[in-house]
T-cell receptor, first 111, second 111 residues
């Protein structure tokens, strides 16, 4: 079983839709959970960061962590064409300071 | 402006050639990382450095070398021993516990 699994999509939604992006992980020692947004041919940009179970909201974005199920989600409300990008989950923990990344989900928001 | 810079943006390598990718940060971060990204793949860790004059191999270090002589700089050399070097290379530095911030990337192509 891979450490982090993420559905690669692609995911295509109309403008204004609610988008749900998900990752599962296998190692219960993971403590830190991040979501990155990557536009084509650019470096990833940190969107959300959390270290506890529950929800964290920032504008139209909500990160959700369920440690008991080893499941993390990113919700995007009122999606915009500018949200079209690849979204990467990243998970870390322990003392090795490394992150493990999902393969990314390609999202297209159609006007 | 604080941030991470990578140069060049595009790099072409002939067979048997060594090439060096530059990564500079003015964020005063101790830890720096090099990743490789291939289409449909997540980010794979090549090398990382938690402090000046120290670095560790990541998951795919074969055919690569690094140095960390200054806090601000973490150059990556792709040697001729790397048999499939065509990829998008990303440098990152770390703030706090685990948040990593990325540069814009260098796209390396073997001719």
């Amino acid at each position: 079983q891979k450490e982090v699994e993420q559905d690669p999509g692609p995911l295509s939604v109309p403008e204004g839709a609610i988008v749900s992006l998900n990752c599962t992980y296998s190692n219960s020692a993971f403590q830190y959970f991040m979501w990155y947004r990557q536009y084509s041919r650019k470096g990833p940009e940190l969107l959300m960061y959390t270290y506890s179970s529950g929800n964290k909201e920032d504008g139209r974005f909500t990160a959700q962590v369920d440690k008991s199920s080893k499941y993390i989600s990113l919700f995007i409300r009122d999606s915009q064409p500018s949200d079209s990008a690849t979204y990467l989950c990243a998970i870390g923990g322990g003392s090795n300071y490394k992150l493990t990344f999902g393969k990314g989900t390609l999202l297209t928001v159609n006007p | 402006d604080g941030g991470i810079t990578q140069s060049p943006k595009y790099l072409f390598r002939k067979e048997g050639q060594n090439v060096t990718l530059s990564c500079e940060q003015n964020l005063n971060h101790d830890a720096m990382y090099w990743y490789r990204q291939d289409p449909g793949q997540g980010l794979r860790l090549i090398y990382y450095s938690q402090i000046v004059n120290d670095f560790q191999k990541g998951d795919i270090a074969e055919g690569y070398s690094v140095s960390r002589e200054k806090k601000e700089s973490f150059p990556l050399t792709v040697t001729s021993a790397q048999k499939n070097p065509t990829a998008f290379y990303l440098c990152a530095s770390k703030a706090g516990w685990n948040e990593q911030f990325f540069g814009p990337g260098t796209r390396l192509t073997v001719l």
